[in-house]
């Protein structure tokens, strides 16, 4: 029974979904590359129900482990650790910021697969991935509320998507299974169901301050699993 998340990367996605995951009454570990002792404010603000640690620590106490960290870090997960765990991929492939990686160059590997082929041992699920960090936080609802969003989820094992799916719906967002790591390509940066769905078209013509208030207060648009599937087939 899930008690406690893991999470790799305590920035704006890793903090948003431990700030969901204390709200459903779950204990969080939370981590970074930095230490423990950077995230003490992070851990003040989400109360009892949290505390900071080293990554391996993090990685041993989930009984899952959501990673929420740069790409270009994937081969500095801990192998060791996280085997035999369920953990959720966070993670997008965004050249400029992760360098060119030349086995998604290529295309014919997802980021998850790459993830996957470090952590050998573990049973990685792709989720969270394609929706920003404030909607991610605001828009969730609780179980059968009218405007609750889905949010893709795609693995190669099914129990690990189960679990995947099951914290989904504690944090607030129904799930729609859109196949196996191969098939996470269609929740990928510039697919249809990226983002854009859950907060709408910018207005033209902001400045930064007025694009960063914009980016803030305006509120997420529920997208149901109607939708999610919808778009997703658009991208097939």
Same mark, same amino acid.
């Given at each position: 029974?899930?008690?406690?998340?893991?999470?790799?990367?305590? #920035?704006?996605?890793? #903090?948003?979904?431990?700030?969901?995951?204390?709200?459903? #009454?779950?204990?969080?570990?939370?981590?970074?590359?930095?230490?423990?002792?950077?995230?003490?404010?992070?851990?003040?603000?989400?109360?009892?129900?949290?505390?900071?640690?080293?990554?391996?620590?993090?990685?041993?106490?989930?009984?899952?482990?959501?990673?929420?960290?740069?790409?270009?870090?994937?081969?500095?997960?801990?192998?060791?650790?996280?085997?035999?765990?369920?953990?959720?991929?966070?993670?997008? /492939? /965004?050249?400029?910021?992760?360098? =060119?990686?030349?086995?998604?160059?290529?295309?014919?590997?997802?980021?998850?697969?790459?993830?996957?082929?470090?952590?050998?041992?573990?049973?990685?699920?792709?989720?969270?991935?394609?929706?920003?960090?404030?909607?991610?936080?605001?828009?969730?609802?609780?179980? =059968?509320?009218?405007?609750?969003?889905?949010?893709?989820?795609?693995?190669?094992? #099914?129990?690990?998507?189960?679990?995947?799916?099951?914290?989904?719906?504690?944090?607030? /967002?129904?799930?729609?299974?859109? =196949?196996?790591?191969?098939?996470?390509?269609?929740?990928?940066?510039?697919?249809?169901?990226?983002?854009?769905? /859950?907060?709408?078209?910018?207005?033209?013509?902001?400045?930064?301050?007025?694009?960063?208030?914009?980016?803030?207060?305006?509120?997420?648009?529920?997208?149901?699993?109607?939708?999610?599937?919808?778009?997703?087939?658009?991208?097939?």
């Amino acid at each position: 029974m899930l008690q406690t998340v893991g999470i790799i990367g305590s #920035g704006m996605v890793g #903090g948003a979904v431990a700030r969901l995951a204390v709200a459903a #009454g779950l204990d969080v570990v939370v981590s970074n590359s930095r230490g423990p002792e950077t995230l003490a404010d992070l851990v003040a603000e989400l109360g009892e129900r949290a505390r900071a640690a080293t990554v391996a620590e993090a990685a041993l106490a989930g009984d899952l482990v959501v990673v929420a960290v740069p790409l270009k870090a994937y081969d500095r997960l801990p192998v060791a650790e996280l085997a035999g765990k369920t953990v959720i991929d966070a993670m997008n /492939y /965004y050249p400029d910021r992760d360098g =060119g990686l030349a086995e998604l160059e290529a295309g014919g590997l997802t980021s998850s697969a790459l993830v996957q082929r470090r952590l050998a041992g573990a049973r990685v699920v792709k989720a969270f991935n394609n929706i920003d960090f404030r909607r991610l936080f605001t828009s969730a609802r609780p179980a =059968g509320a009218p405007d609750r969003s889905a949010l893709p989820v795609a693995g190669d094992d #099914g129990s690990a998507k189960a679990e995947a799916i099951a914290l989904l719906d504690v944090l607030g /967002y129904d799930a729609v299974d859109i =196949g196996t790591l191969a098939d996470s390509r269609f929740s990928q940066p510039g697919t249809p169901v990226h983002v854009q769905p /859950y907060m709408g078209e910018r207005p033209e013509g902001l400045g930064q301050e007025d694009a960063q208030r914009w980016f803030f207060e305006t509120p997420g648009i529920p997208v149901p699993a109607a939708q999610v599937k919808q778009l997703v087939d658009a991208a097939r």
